[in-house]
């Protein structure tokens, strides 16, 4: 469909990664924007696999998933993509975010170790916060929360866009990844 908006989470579809609680954020996002499509892009063991297919039953026309992909076919993705989704609960460090933000992509992420430290709520991303761990009920809704939002705003889906992009080339181009590690191992001599 021409006016679909596309979703992408990039990873390894578990728990940890938080794809089960964006599947149950999914059934709410639905429930108001019904012209969206989730596309889950990673490799899942067997069992997870099975979960997950059980847990995007509700809405098996509006969920994709592909398993890995090859990099061209995962940039084709991240080209067509409307919003990027990273909903880990940990990351040691976030290359799909810098993947993400170099496609320019406006960014639903968590609070997560290692996710916050990329990303500032409003300014290259919406934050999702996950609050109390023992609640999951609390991260599903602000997941879907904040999907919603970037769905129903262009002009902040423009903006943080945007700044998803200039947080890239500031931060993580190749050429200052190589000036902070030189830094880095200047310092420790």
Request: charged fraction near 25%; include cysteine; charge should be positive.
């Amino acid at each position: 469909r021409n006016d679909e908006k596309i979703l992408v989470v990039i990873g390894r579809p578990t728990k940890q990664k938080g794809v089960f609680a964006l599947m149950e954020a999914m059934k709410l996002v639905l429930k108001t924007n019904r012209n969206v499509r989730l596309v889950v892009i990673g490799d899942a063991n067997e069992q997870s696999f099975r979960e997950l297919v059980e847990k995007a039953s509700f809405a098996a026309t509006s969920i994709t998933f592909t398993g890995i992909l090859d990099k061209c076919s995962l940039h084709k993705w991240l080209s067509i993509a409307d919003i990027g989704i990273i909903p880990s609960y940990y990351e040691q460090f976030g290359f799909v975010g810098v993947e993400m933000m170099m496609h320019g992509l406006p960014i639903v992420a968590s609070n997560g170790m290692g996710v916050k430290n990329m990303f500032e709520n409003d300014k290259n991303a919406v934050i999702a916060k996950i609050g109390n761990r023992n609640n999951p009920n609390e991260y599903v809704r602000n997941l879907a929360k904040a999907i919603v939002k970037l769905l129903n705003s262009p002009d902040l889906c423009n903006r943080l866009s945007s700044e998803a992009r200039k947080t890239y080339e500031d931060r993580y181009s190749i050429h200052d990844m190589k000036e902070n590690y030189r830094a880095l191992i200047e310092s420790l001599c």
